[in-house]
């Protein structure tokens, strides 16, 4: 079984930083696309950003394009989101989400998504 746990997110005044990670429990996770999605009060669950399982390839929400980095440490079974200049628009609560399917991706859309953590809250103050 598949477990994702997010940590770091937090209360920031607008144009300071967060670092988001995740940390993906079982085996191959470097042959998996990982993504970040947030979903803010009243409003459906949307893409943040994707990761190709090797890094290579990368797709980003056009709002964040320019603020945040997704990255991933295959040896640690970790993916980060560096999101720098936050605004209060950013506020949502962050999901870390693993691939169905092995070796293809990145994906931007939920349903290519199997496993999910339980999110982490950003909080950007104006």
């Known amino acids: 079984q598949v477990q994702l746990a997010e940590s770091g997110g937090g209360l920031v005044q607008a144009g300071d930083s967060l670092r988001l990670s995740c940390v993906a429990s079982?085996?191959?996770?470097?042959?998996?696309?990982m993504g970040w999605f947030r979903q803010a009060p009243g409003k459906e669950r949307e893409f943040v950003a994707t990761?190709?399982?090797?890094?290579?390839?990368?797709l980003y929400k056009d709002s964040v394009k320019g603020r945040f980095t997704i990255s991933r440490d295959n040896a640690k079974n970790t993916v980060h989101l560096q999101m720098n200049s936050l605004k209060p628009e950013d506020t949502a609560n962050y999901y870390c989400?693993?691939?169905?399917?092995?070796?293809?991706?990145?994906?931007?859309?939920?349903?290519?998504?199997?496993?999910w953590g339980q999110g982490t809250q950003v909080t950007v103050s104006s």
């Open positions: 989400a693993r691939a169905r399917l092995a070796n293809s991706g990145p994906y931007s859309y939920s349903g290519a998504y199997a496993y």
């Open positions: 079982g085996r191959a996770f470097s042959t998996y696309a």
């Open positions: 990761i190709s399982s090797s890094g290579g390839r990368i």
